[in-house]
């Protein structure tokens, strides 16, 4: 079983993550953010992870706070759950639609961090959520997985879809980087040797 927990305690936040990277894609999710909740359970249903997440936070002061540790205690325990990376894809890609919007997300478990996003929204603020911090959550998150992600929103005008999609994508192109290489199921995937 590849599963990791992490917890991060700071003087704004307290999070705690429990992933499954071979699970059934079911999620506990308490961050007191009802659409942040509602995009993990994206990447755990469309990842196919299960998925624990408990946070409190500076939600008073700011949502930045809480969003941005969440995605690095997730990426701290994807990292530990993926291992030396013997006999994984390495790369994985999701093209995901939902009504008029579309997005594309390619991860690589490159072992180099590195945030490519270029999404643009309609409006800044998704009830009382600020979209911004959809990239602060990303970048946390692969800074601390140690992978590569390349996020590119195709197309879309309800900042709801365009969002949607972007976690969804993830969750999709995450799962199939992570899927075991039958034909190579010893082998790091890389010409170094390691990742």
Do not use: C, W
Not at 159 to 188: N, S, W, Y
């Amino acid at each position: 079983m590849r599963t990791a927990s992490v917890v991060r305690n700071t003087l704004e936040t307290q999070v705690s993550v429990a992933l499954t990277v071979d699970g059934s894609g079911s999620a506990h999710l308490r961050t007191g953010l009802p659409f942040f909740e509602h995009m993990l359970d994206q990447i755990a249903r469309h990842g196919l992870f299960d998925l624990k997440v408990e946070a409190t936070g500076d939600l008073a002061v700011d949502a930045h706070h809480t969003v941005e540790d969440v995605g690095i205690t997730l990426g701290q325990a994807l990292h530990k759950a993926m291992g030396d990376k013997a006999g994984l894809r390495r790369y994985g890609h999701a093209y995901v639609p939902l009504d008029e919007a579309l997005s594309r997300v390619v991860v690589d478990l490159s072992g180099r961090p590195g945030l490519f996003y270029r999404a643009s929204f309609a409006r800044a603020r998704i009830n009382d959520f600020d979209v911004d911090l959809i990239e602060e959550f990303l970048r946390g998150l692969v800074n601390h997985a140690l992978i590569t992600v390349h996020v590119d929103v195709v197309t879309g005008h309800n900042a709801h879809h365009v969002a949607e999609t972007i976690f969804k994508a993830f969750g999709r192109a995450l799962r199939m980087a992570l899927e075991r290489d039958d034909r190579a199921p010893t082998q790091i995937p890389s010409t170094k040797g390691s990742l």
